[in-house]
């Protein structure tokens, strides 16, 4: 991290606001032309290696003309494009999360490959009582082909609001920490890697201060770093991460571009999309990334558009970036509709034949429901993620076109679908008939569509 | 060259941000002594209208929006010195302070909110990430806005949000402004529960609620 800091204090300098109208857009058009990348309306999960490469050869020299804004100096860091693949042919591909028997190995995949992609369990994010927060983390915990969890955020510590730069952010983020791993040891997978440390603690002071190893976490669980949206970083993520690195913990970058935003249309935010995951080894130094372009408008990943952006970069990666990406869906749907279903088998689909490695389970309601998640939606992306495994992209891009014509007139107005609460006997940890009716339902009628389901 | 022609030339300019169509043509209308206010308003006002239309219908993304609000503001720069010195005042819905609130540093949803109001006829005042509470509502006296409108994208910062409302009513301010929140997390819900004036879904959203809530004066 040194060497990223010195060039922080040695870059260009210019205000924010230069950054982004005379460097970033004019490059990211600029090279968009170059090398003529095209969204493919009609073709959501295209086929073509080459592109593929030439998408990945367009976000090398962007990475190389724009580099990363630091908003601690005001500077531009820098990299050569020698740099930059002098990084990627030294990167491992691949890290070993968990401990003990609940350890593995999340490394990489390629297009069409058979290969089942590492299933990484997002939890929800917010749930309104720690007791509901402990049945969900169980509950999921407790499906066997999960390979990783995230715990949900604590909004509350003794009647507080967990707010940001305060010490009640801290006492919640251990709090987060104490009741995630209770949940997961009592689904009986006490090694089981978490993978979003640590969801309360969003500033960098608490994150660090509750990692110490007396409050639980250990270094073979892995902690998020994100990134300010576009190509920016700040003094709170680099220091977190010189900790993390220092302490040989596994780091997270996190990152997720914007279409509709700085990045502009399907075609800019491709070739942003998979410069970040370049970013990610060069910049982070990262172990694994957590990714995610969403729609600026929807604040979803599954509009046609943004499916298109996720296939062309998880293909491009794949294809030539060592990086384990965990793909990461939010859906426009709440929990217990059709219209979920649809959207998370579209995303996975795309994602998983493109060469994704890994993928979180996807998001309800675009992840801002409290209470908006269910174990059901963890085991449908766990069933959808194995039969996606077994689809090749020509097939992949038929069915994700079927699917999306049957929901993306409703991405403006998506059904809300039910709280935990609702589709749940909360004592029994068991989803009532309804929900259990209409998952059948969807299933036997996708299997009718030609999906390997189980 | 005739008067319709400036004025159709400005509106293109700002469509296609082409700022040497813009400097050029805002020079004619002074020279053609057409009423600068009119340029503005039937040239350079009604491109932004289109662009910000196109925004919203997903025909053209935020480069888009920010080359024409930049193409905007070269022209006002030859055009404004003759609205000052005639003592005369461009219309404006109304005036905004935007900020992002304290802990959170996420920029892109204020910035796109922003331009879109003032594609939309009103003045904004935009001071930043990582706002403090009195930060804010000392920028919104200094610059006697209308509407504070708070960002947030962090359920770990949208209580700032709420603090804001309150320290409001604490010093005896809630009713000279209105408060309008957004952000990723935030709700229609969590607005009305922590008594904010508006929420917006989306960038014309927050337009919407606002030029409601000057209408209906609530």
């Known amino acids: 991290m040194l060497d990223i800091y010195e060039r922080a204090v040695k870059g260009p300098i210019m205000t924010e606001k230069d950054f982004d109208m005379k460097v970033f857009l004019p490059n990211l058009k600029e090279v968009v032309q170059k090398y003529n990348v095209r969204y493919e309306k009609d073709n959501p999960v295209p086929e073509d290696d080459a592109a593929a490469d030439i998408l990945f050869e367009a976000a090398v020299e962007f990475m190389a003309r724009v580099g990363v804004y630091c908003q601690g100096t005001n500077r531009i860091m820098q990299f050569s494009e020698d740099e930059i693949r002098q990084v990627l042919s030294e990167a491992p591909g691949k890290c070993f999360p968990g401990e003990g028997k609940d350890a593995g190995e999340l490394g990489l995949r390629k297009p069409d490959d058979p290969k089942l992609p590492w299933f990484h369990c997002g939890t929800g994010i917010a749930f309104s009582s720690e007791s509901s927060m402990t049945n969900m983390v169980e509950g999921c915990a407790s499906i066997a082909e999960i390979n990783s969890i995230s715990f949900p955020a604590i909004e509350y510590i003794r009647g507080l609001p967990s707010v940001g730069q305060t010490p009640a952010e801290f006492y919640a983020a251990i709090r987060t920490i104490n009741i995630g791993m209770q949940a997961i040891q009592r689904a009986g997978r006490p090694g089981l890697p978490v993978l979003n440390l640590i969801s309360t603690a969003t500033t960098s002071q608490s994150a660090i201060a509750a990692s110490a190893p007396q409050f639980g976490c250990r270094p073979t669980d892995g902690w998020l770093c994100g990134t300010v949206a576009e190509f920016k970083l700040n003094f709170g993520v680099m220091t977190k991460i010189a900790y993390l690195k220092s302490s040989g913990c596994l780091v997270g970058a996190e990152t997720a571009p914007i279409l509709g935003g700085f990045c502009g249309g399907p075609d800019g935010t491709a070739v942003a999309s998979t410069a970040y995951i370049i970013m990610g080894l060069l910049v982070h130094n990262a172990n694994y990334q957590l990714h995610f372009p969403v729609h600026f408008k929807f604040s979803c990943t599954t509009t046609r558009d943004v499916i298109w952006v996720n296939s062309v970069s998880a293909q491009a990666a794949s294809r030539n970036i060592p990086m384990p990406v965990i793909w990461d869906p939010y859906c426009a749907a709440g929990p217990n509709t059709r219209m979920f279903m649809y959207e998370t088998a579209a995303y996975l689909l795309s994602v998983v034949a493109s060469g994704g490695p890994a993928f979180e389970t996807s998001h309800p309601a675009k992840g801002v429901m409290v209470d908006g998640f269910t174990p059901m939606e963890a085991k449908w992306n766990v069933e959808m993620g194995k039969a996606a495994s077994k689809m090749k992209r020509p097939q992949a891009n038929e069915l994700v076109k079927r699917l999306l014509e049957k929901y993306e007139s409703d991405i403006d107005n998506p059904p809300r679908g039910n709280t935990y609460q609702e589709c749940y006997d909360v004592t029994t940890g068991k989803p009532d008939e309804s929900y259990v009716k209409l998952y059948n339902e969807v299933k036997e009628e996708l299997v009718g569509m030609g999906i390997p389901l189980e | ?218």
Request: glycine share 10%; hydrophobic share 40%.
């Open chain 2, 1 to 218: 060259m005739e008067k319709k022609e400036i004025l159709e030339n400005l509106t293109t300019a700002i469509i296609e941000g082409n700022k040497d169509m813009a400097r050029e043509n805002a020079q004619n209308a002074l020279t053609a002594e057409i009423d600068p206010l009119e340029a503005v308003d039937q040239g350079l006002s009604k491109g932004m209208k289109v662009v910000g239309a196109q925004f919203e219908s997903g025909e053209c993304f935020l480069p888009e929006l920010l080359m024409a609000a930049d193409t905007f503001g070269t022209a006002m720069e030859i055009i404004k010195p003759t609205i000052e010195a005639r003592q005369q005042q461009v219309n404006k819905e109304g005036t905004v302070l935007i900020a992002t609130v304290k802990g959170d540093v996420h920029n892109i949803g204020k910035n796109i909110v922003g331009t879109v109001l003032k594609t939309n006829g009103f003045e904004v005042v935009d001071i930043g990430i990582d706002q403090s509470t009195l930060n804010i509502i000392e920028a919104a006296q200094k610059y006697n806005v209308d509407f504070i409108g708070l960002s947030s994208l962090m359920t770990t910062t949208m209580p700032n949000q709420k603090e804001i409302i309150e320290v409001l009513k604490e010093m005896g301010l809630r009713e000279k402004f209105f408060v309008l929140v957004g952000g990723g997390p935030v709700t229609q819900k969590w607005a009305d529960e922590i008594g904010a004036d508006g929420y917006g879904d989306t960038a014309i959203d927050a337009v919407n609620v606002a030029k409601y809530l000057l209408t209906n004066n609530k």
